[in-house]
C-alpha cells in the first residue's frame, strides 16, 4: 500500500520526513511548491504562477489592506468617542461583522467553483477555534485598554507593538518546535532594528510630542503595569499566528472556513467578556450602567445616517473592509508562504509605510476627507530610513528561507517511491 504525502516547498517539515517513511511503509513524495515536480506522475499540471510570485502577491496585498486599516483605525475610534460610544463597541461590531462577510465570502467561493473545496464546515477542532477567538480577543482588551496616553505613552507604544515578533518566533518553537536559522535570526533582528528606527522621534520627543502624557501624572506602578499590560496584549497575536500556521499547513484545512469560525469565536469571547469594560481601574467605563449608556450610542450611530453621528457606518465599513482582507492575506501569508514568522515581520512594514501616509495626506474632520497635504519633518526622515533597513530584511529572510527549504529537499534525498 502506497501514501501520497505532498509537501510545500517553503515548509519546515522536510526534515521529519525520513521518520514518516519508517512509519509509514512505501510513500509517493510531492513536492509542490519546489523548484521542481518531484511526482512520480508527469501529468500533474503545473500552477499559473510560481510560488515566489504568488507570495510576493499576497504580501503586497497583505501590507496594502493592513495600511488601510492601520488609518482608517483612529479615525475610526476617534469618531466613535466623539458621538458618545465606546471602544468595546468598536471591537464588537468589527467581530460580528467580519464573520458574517466571511461567511459570505466562502460561500461566493465555494457555489462560484472558484474552491470547490471551501466549506463552512469546521475542519478544525472545536477547541482551537475557540483558543484563536479568545486569542483575539485578549489582544484587543489588553490592547484598547492599556493604549490611552496617560497609561502607555505612544513613544513607547511602537516599540511595545514589535514584541509580537519576538513572542511569534518563541511560540512557534515550543509549540510547533520550528525554529529559525541563524542568517534568518539575524534578518529578523534588522527589522526590529529598522522598527526601532522608524520610532525613535516618538522615543526621543524629537516630533515636538514630548513623552505623549494627558490627564492625571501615573504613579510609578502604574507607569510599570501598563506598558507592560500593552506589551502582554501582543502575546495572543503571537499565539495567535502559531496556531495558525499548524492549522492552515494540513492538507485538508482550507483558510476561508477557518477564518470564519475564529472570527464568529471571537465575537462570543467578547460577549463574555464585556464586564471588563466597567472594571474599576481597568475599562473605560466607571460603571455597569455608563457601558450600557456608551454602548446604546455607539451601536445605534453603526446603523444611522444622523449628523450628529458624523458619519461613523461609513468609517466603520473602511476599517472593517480593510480588517477582513488584512486578515485574509495574513492568514494566506502563513499558510502559502514560510510561515507564522516571516508573516509577521512583513507586518513591521504596515506601521512606517502607514506613517509615510500620513505625512502625505491629512485628514479634514470637518469635511471627513483625506487632503494631499505632504509635510517633511523629522518624523519623515525617521521613518524612511527606517523602512530602509526593514524592506531589505524582508527581502533577506525571504530569500534565505527559500534557499534552506531547497537545500533541505535536496539533502533528504528522497526517492519517488521508498518502500520499508
Known sequence: MSNRVVVDDDDDERSSLLSRVNRQGSVNIVFKDGPRERSGSSSESRPLISPTVRNIIIAVLNVITNVMMNVSLPIYAGTMDEVGGDAFVLL??????????????????????????????????????????????????????ASPPNRTPPYLQGILASTVIPYTVLCRLIILRKGISTVRALCTCVVLAGLFITTEPQTFGLDGSGNG????????????????????????????????????????CESLGFIT???VFQFVTLLFFFWTDFVPGFGMSSSASEFFTKFGKGFSCLF???????????????????????????FLLIQYAEGSVFAVIIQAMVTPIATIFWTLFSYDQKADIFKWNPVMNTTTGFTLSGLAVIVPGVLLYNYFSRKEAQAAARSTDISINVVN
Request: aromatic fraction near 12%; glycine fraction near 8%.
Open 92 to 145: 464588537m461590531n468589527t467581530s460580528f461583522t467580519v464573520s458574517i462577510l466571511f461567511a459570505i465570502m466562502t460561500l461566493i467561493v465555494k457555489y462560484t467553483k472558484l474552491d470547490p473545496k471551501a466549506s463552512l464546515r469546521p475542519k478544525s477542532s472545536w477547541k482551537v477555534l475557540i483558543a484563536m477567538g479568545l486569542f483575539t480577543t485578549l489582544n484587543g482588551i489588553l490592547v484598547v485598554n
Open 213 to 252: 502624557d494627558s490627564g492625571p501624572t501615573p504613579s510609578v506602578l502604574q507607569r510599570i503595569i501598563w506598558p507592560l499590560c500593552f506589551a502582554l496584549g501582543f502575546l495572543p497575536i503571537g499565539l495567535s499566528n502559531v496556531f495558525c500556521e499548524k492549522e492552515l499547513k494540513k492538507d485538508e
Open 261 to 263: 469560525w475564529t472570527n
Open 304 to 330: 444611522s445616517s444622523a449628523t450628529s453621528c458624523r458619519g461613523l457606518a461609513g468609517k466603520a465599513w473602511l476599517f472593517n473592509v480593510g480588517y477582513v482582507f488584512g486578515n485574509l492575506f495574513q
